[in-house]
């Protein structure tokens, strides 16, 4: 079994900032990648970052320049700084993790994980 666990949710004022963490845990063989998405009330679920285990990232346009994915693979851990934090930004963050589990190692199948999600709130 493979487990994300996610903190550093919460309520932010616009403009300020916040920092996310999902810690992967469990049988895993292998992590491939690691992000963050969010979804809004009455809106679909988007990517906001990810990073792969080889350093590589993307961030949607709406974040750029405003947040920065980084990882810990010796923890299996993603990072998630936010700054200049807007009221559209508030939303469900979910964690996300392309995972190789034990279980799986000799074919190399990877397996999507979602973490529980955690509340950001931004506003005055």
């Known amino acids: 079994q493979v487990q994300l666990v996610e903190s550093g949710g919460g309520s932010v004022q616009p403009g300020g900032s916040l920092r996310l963490s999902c810690a992967a845990s469990g049988s895993i063989f292998r992590t491939d990648a690691m992000g963050w998405y969010r979804q809004a009330p009455g809106k679909q679920r988007e990517l906001v970052a990810r990073i792969t285990s080889g350093g590589s990232t993307n961030y949607a346009d709406s974040v750029k320049g405003r947040a920065t994915i980084s990882g810990d693979s010796a923890k299996n851990t993603v990072y998630l700084q936010m700054s200049s934090l807007k009221p559209e930004d508030t939303a469900v963050y979910y964690c996300?993790?392309?995972?190789?589990?034990?279980?799986?190692?000799?074919?190399?199948?990877?397996?999507?994980?979602w973490g529980q999600g955690t509340q950001v709130t931004v506003s005055s």
């Open positions: 996300n993790a392309q995972i190789v589990p034990d279980a799986y190692w000799a074919q190399g199948s990877q397996v999507t994980y």
